[in-house]
C-alpha cells in the first residue's frame, strides 16, 4: 500500500521529463518470471516509454525478434544505462522485493546492479520488504522499520473472515485462533528502504 501511494505521488508530481519514474511489484505467485533480468527490463520499458527514446531499445528488439531471442542481462542493463543518461532524476520502486525468489541469486543480482547505475546516476530507490538478511544489508543506514499493531492486524484480518469457511466464520473459537496465528506469522514487521 505505501508503495503504491509513493508511486501516485511521484508520478503525480513529477512533470519534468528531464525526472522518470519506474516501478516493480514483486509477486510471490510469479517469482519463476521475476528474475533480474525481467525486473531491470521492466524499469528500462517504462523510463523509455517516459522520454519516448526508442534507440537503445528498437536495435535491442531488432537484435532479438529475428532470431526469436530474449536480450541477455547484460544487454538490458547497456540499454537502461544509455536511457539512464537522459534523465536528470529517476526514482525507482520496488515493492515486496523479498517476494522475489533468490534461489539464483536474483535479489542479490538485481540489487547489485542498481547499487551499480547509483554510481553513476542520480537513481534514488524506495524498497519496501520484510526483513531478509542481505536485503537489510543493501542499505541498512536508510532504514525504516514500519510495524502494524496487533490491534491493527487483528482488525484487517477480522474484515477478512468472509473469505473463510463457513465452520470458521461460524466458530467464535476458530475465528480467535486463526486471528491469534495470523498476528504472530505476520510479527508486524515491514520494512523501506529510501535513497
Do not use: W
Not at 537503445?56 to 540499454?79: C, M, N
Amino acid at each position: 500500500m505505501v508503495a503504491a501511494i509513493a508511486i501516485n505521488h511521484l508520478l503525480k508530481v513529477v512533470q519534468s521529463s528531464s525526472i522518470g519514474v519506474a516501478y516493480v511489484y514483486c509477486n510471490y505467485k510469479t517469482q519463476e518470471e521475476q528474475d533480474a533480468t525481467s525486473l531491470l527490463a521492466a524499469i528500462l520499458k517504462q523510463l523509455q516509454a517516459q522520454i519516448s527514446l526508442v534507440e537503445p531499445v528498437e536495435r535491442l528488439y531488432q537484435q532479438h525478434v529475428s532470431r526469436g531471442t530474449k536480450p541477455s542481462f547484460d544487454e538490458i542493463l547497456g540499454a537502461l544505462q544509455s536511457v539512464l543518461a537522459n534523465y536528470s532524476t529517476i526514482y525507482v520502486v520496488i515493492d515486496a522485493l523479498d517476494e522475489c525468489q533468490d534461489s539464483n541469486g536474483t535479489r542479490r543480482q538485481f540489487l547489485a546492479k542498481l547499487q551499480d547505475l547509483q554510481a553513476g546516476t542520480d537513481l534514488r530507490l524506495m524498497v519496501t520488504s520484510r526483513f531478509i538478511p542481505e536485503i537489510i544489508e543493501f542499505k541498512e543506514e536508510l532504514r525504516l522499520e514500519v510495524q502494524a499493531s496487533n490491534k491493527d492486524v487483528k482488525r484487517f484480518v477480522a474484515g477478512q473472515i468472509y473469505r473463510l469457511p463457513k465452520y470458521i466464520q461460524r466458530s467464535s473459537a476458530l475465528r480467535d485462533i486463526v486471528q491469534e496465528k495470523i498476528v504472530e506469522a505476520i510479527d508486524g514487521m515491514y520494512v523501506f528502504y529510501l535513497d
